[in-house]
């Protein structure tokens, strides 16, 4: 089952998971942030999204009267954690996170491997850096299930977020779930992820594809990240252009780091010539 998504509306995903998904649709957030509140007796709340009173009180009232163990972001971009604080203090919670970063300042410091524990349920954190540094998962151990935050989404790729993310630690975290023994996952953006495996799967195969046309466009000469773009991008909305771009240099980072690409530095943007085309 996987029920359509709609705006400050509470949906029973499962007998442990709750989803409310805020009004803040967008190219970079699709039918917008999924906010989730996971347990019964007492509750953790993940990606409680942006500042806003439609969000704020559509969370209070599906809390009601239940205890709130913790609030906490996947990450710190600003669809995922600015709610954060105002609900934490209104609902006697703490904030967790990774670490302190894009503004938000955590109370307590989530590190990888972590448990957390109340109720029904168990949260086992996961560090999932590439889309974003501090970028962490949520296994629910009950359900064998991940929240994966904007690392894994059903409707879209991530943007691997340059200079902070890292196209290199985005796959070695895609690998990390490949060994996991998973099941659906509940990502904060989109509908829910039946077969997590598969997912993953096709996200490597589409970062291999990203980075064999990086190669293919640099094959014919030196090339600015704005040439790629369009030439990788063709067809693709305009507006999409600047994430597009992160990615495209975040690919770039990894192929410079691997020896098979160069810089040549140019005003005003840098020029990048593949040193082997053959990619060895």
Same mark, same amino acid.
């Given at each position: ?16 998971? !709750? ?7 967008? +190219? $970079? ?28 009180? @559509? ?5 009601? !009267? ?20 105002? +609900? ?19 109370? &307590? ?36 299930? =991940? ?13 691997? *977020?340059?200079?902070?993310? *890292?196209?290199?630690?985005? =796959?070695?975290? =895609?690998?990390?779930? +490949?060994? $996991?023994? =998973?099941?659906? $996952? ?56 600047? @994430? ?17 690409? !160069? ?7 840098? &020029? ?9």
């Amino acid at each position: 089952m996987n029920p359509t998504i709609q705006p400050e509306t509470v949906v029973r995903l499962s007998p442990l998971v !709750r989803r409310i998904t805020q009004n803040n649709p967008g +190219l $970079m957030t699709g039918p917008g942030t999924n906010t989730y509140l996971v347990g019964n007796d007492r509750l953790f709340i993940l990606d409680p999204g942006e500042d806003t009173p439609e969000h704020f009180e @559509a969370i209070r009232a599906a809390v009601g !009267r239940t205890p709130v163990s913790g609030i906490a972001p996947t990450h710190a971009h600003p669809d995922h954690w600015p709610l954060a604080p105002r +609900l934490a203090q209104a609902l006697g919670a703490e904030t967790y996170g990774f670490k302190p970063l894009n503004g938000y300042e955590p109370r &307590r410091l989530v590190a990888d491997g972590a448990v957390l524990r109340d109720g029904d349920w168990t949260l086992r954190a996961l560090h999932t850096p590439g889309h974003l540094s501090d970028h962490l998962s949520y296994f629910l151990v009950e359900e064998r299930a =991940l929240f994966s935050g904007d690392h894994v989404m059903a409707w879209s790729t991530s943007v691997i *977020s340059h200079p902070d993310g *890292s196209l290199t630690s985005y =796959l070695a975290s =895609l690998e990390r779930l +490949l060994a $996991m023994e =998973l099941g659906r $996952m509940y990502p904060a953006h989109g509908e829910l992820i039946e077969d997590g495996r598969a997912r993953v799967q096709e996200l490597i195969a589409h970062r291999q594809m990203r980075t064999a046309q990086v190669r293919e466009a640099l094959a014919a000469g030196p090339r600015t990240v704005s040439a790629l773009v369009e030439r990788i991008y063709a067809g693709v909305d305009r507006r999409l252009y600047p @994430a597009a771009r992160q990615s495209v240099l975040a690919h770039l980072d990894a192929l410079v780091a691997s020896g098979e690409v !160069r810089i040549v530095p140019d005003t005003p943007d840098d &020029r990048y010539v593949l040193e082997s085309p053959s990619g060895g």
